[in-house]
C-alpha cells in the first residue's frame, strides 16, 4: 500500500531535520567566524589608528624642541639683556621650553636644552652650539655720507641713483 498524498514518513522526517541541524551549525560557524574576523579588523584599525596619532604627535614635538633650540641661539645672540629672552613659547601643535640658563662649555660654546610637547607626547633636545666670530670688515665699506680711499686704491661700487 502505498502512502496518501501529503504524509511523511517517519523516516524523510528524520532525514530533513539532520539535514536542516546541519545547515544550521554551519550557518551559525560561519557567522561566528565572519563576527571574529570582523572584530579583528577593527581592533587593528583602531590600534594603527592611535599608532598614526602618537606619531603625528612625537614629530610635533621633535619640531616644537627644535623651535625652542633656535629661540636659545636668538637669546645668545643678545647676551647682554636678558630680560627680553623668551623661554616658552606657544604655538598651534603645542608648546616649546627652553631651559635657563644654557651650560657654557668654554670660549663662546654652550649647551642649550630644550623641550617639545605636543598631545601626549614630549621630546627633550640637547644642542651644542658655538658662536662663529664675525669678520673686522664686515661693514668696512659702509659710511653714512660716503667712504674716503686714500693711496693706490680702487672701489668699484653700485651707485642706485644712476640705475642699472
Known amino acids: 500500500m502505498t502512502a496518501p ?4 514518513t517517519a523516516c524523510s522526517t528524520e532525514g530533513s531535520q539532520q539535514r536542516a541541524g546541519a545547515v544550521m551549525f ?3 560557524g560561519a557567522v561566528l567566524v565572519l563576527g571574529t574576523l570582523g572584530a579583528t579588523l577593527l581592533m587593528q584599525s583602531l590600534q594603527e589608528a592611535s599608532l598614526a596619532r602618537r606619531s603625528a604627535a612625537g614629530q610635533s614635538a621633535f619640531f616644537l624642541a627644535d623651535t625652542g633650540v633656535d629661540q636659545a641661539l636668538v637669546n645668545l645672540r643678545t647676551p647682554t639683556d636678558a630680560s627680553d629672552d623668551v623661554l616658552t613659547g606657544t604655538l ?3 608648546t616649546f621650553t627652553v631651559d635657563s640658563p644654557p651650560e657654557a662649555l668654554g670660549s663662546q660654546r654652550w649647551k642649550v636644552t630644550t623641550r617639545g610637547v605636543s598631545v601626549t607626547e614630549q621630546r627633550r633636545m640637547e644642542a651644542v652650539v658655538q658662536s662663529a666670530p664675525k669678520s673686522v670688515f664686515e661693514f668696512a665699506v ?3 655720507n ?3 680711499v ?3 686704491a680702487i672701489t668699484d661700487s653700485y651707485d642706485s641713483r644712476l640705475g642699472s
Open 5 to 8: 498524498r501529503g504524509r511523511r
Open 26 to 28: 554551519l550557518s551559525i
Open 92 to 94: 598651534s601643535t603645542g
Open 142 to 144: 659702509f659710511g653714512e
Open 146 to 148: 660716503g667712504v674716503s
Open 150 to 152: 686714500s693711496g693706490s
